[in-house]
């Protein structure tokens, strides 16, 4: 087995907490996507958003709900 196979097979036997942690230790230590819109899209997005939040247009997601589906993409 390679050293990354190694850390791979030893990070998936972590309990579900902890994968959580490390993933977002990984993904934070990673640049921004190269494909990132420029800043005032990024916030003009986010308004968006809110605003349909804010209206009842879209009905935000339980945590749960979002668990279940991050649980389901992953498989």
Do not use: N, Y
């Not at 939040?53 to 979002?66: H, I, N, R, Y």
């Not at 668990?67 to 993409?73: D, K, S, V």
Request: proline share 7%; hydrophobic share 45%.
């Amino acid at each position: 087995m390679t050293k990354l196979a190694d850390i791979e097979a030893a990070a998936l036997r972590l309990p579900e907490k902890e994968r959580l942690h490390l993933a977002d230790k990984l993904l934070g230590s990673l640049p921004p996507s190269l494909s990132a819109s420029e800043p005032a899209e990024i916030l003009a997005e986010a308004r968006r958003r809110d605003a349909e939040l804010d209206s009842g247009q879209v009905k935000p997601l339980t945590e749960d709900a979002f668990w279940a589906g991050a649980r389901l993409a992953r498989k």
